[in-house]
């Protein structure tokens, strides 16, 4: 059973535009959030963080917005730029120990010029 | 500073075989993560070592094994190769267990 889900395989937007990314997960034990961002043969790169005490957080043009009664996080990226075109992963975990995280299976996101 | 490193960057190996798969920190960090990647999916955790000890495992069978070296470090090996286990294998380290992961480029495995 996957306890962290990316429904939406990919996704394209127009540069200059908002880039939504959306995020579900199962296990109530996760307090510590993540998205990282991956190009082609690169490993993924840490984005943005947030933890279970907070419901959004900022940077830059990157915001993570997290509904713990939903069990679901969001990454919004405004404007989105065509070097954000990559494959965007959520991962779950504990604050303790980050490198435990179960993630989803990533969206790919297009931005065109 | 140099960032993290894996070797080889790709490997073919035979059903049935042994492999094992390195990774360099980066400078300092003494927790290292390792993650198999499956065709169209995301990393998924196999362990993590710290301080040179296995510090959690994930839902992978015993012939996934680890090392963690005195210079941090690192090697995972699979024993028994089976098709399945063809995957990108990813490593990630951090100064801490508590601090940002950095991910090497990973290791492409293909089973045959």
């Known amino acids: 059973d996957q306890q962290v889900k990316q429904n939406s395989p990919s996704l394209s937007v127009q540069e200059g535009r908002i880039s939504i990314l959306n995020c579900d997960y199962t296990?109530?034990?996760?307090?510590?959030f993540l998205w990282y961002k991956k190009y082609p043969a690169e490993g993924p790169t840490f984005l943005i963080s947030?933890?279970?005490?907070?419901d959004k957080n900022e940077d830059g043009r990157f915001t993570v917005f997290l509904n713990k009664s939903a069990k679901h996080l969001s990454l919004h990226i405004v404007p989105s730029q065509p070097g954000d075109s990559a494959v965007y992963f959520c991962?779950?975990?504990?604050?303790?120990?980050?490198?435990?995280?179960?993630f989803g299976d990533g969206t790919t996101l297009t931005v065109k010029p | 500073e140099t960032g993290v490193t894996q070797s080889p960057t790709h490997l073919i190996k035979t059903r049935g075989q042994q492999v094992t798969l390195r990774c360099s920190s980066q400078?300092?960090?003494?927790?290292v993560s390792w993650y198999q990647q499956a065709l169209g999916q995301g990393p998924q955790f196999i362990f993590q070592?710290?301080?040179?000890?296995?510090?959690g495992r994930g839902n992978f069978p015993p012939r996934f094994s680890g090392l963690q070296f005195p210079n941090y470090s690192s090697e995972l090996n699979v024993n028994a190769l089976e098709l399945d286990d063809s995957a990108l294998y990813l490593c990630?380290?951090?100064?801490?267990?508590?601090?940002?992961?950095?991910f090497g480029p990973g290791t492409r495995l293909l089973v045959l």
């Open positions: 990630a380290s951090s100064l801490t267990r508590q601090e940002t992961q950095y």
């Open positions: 296990n109530s034990m996760f307090d510590y």
């Open positions: 947030i933890s279970s005490i907070k």
């Open positions: 991962a779950a975990g504990s604050m303790r120990n980050a490198g435990k995280s179960t």
């Open positions: 400078s300092g960090h003494n927790t």
């Open positions: 070592y710290y301080r040179e000890e296995e510090n």
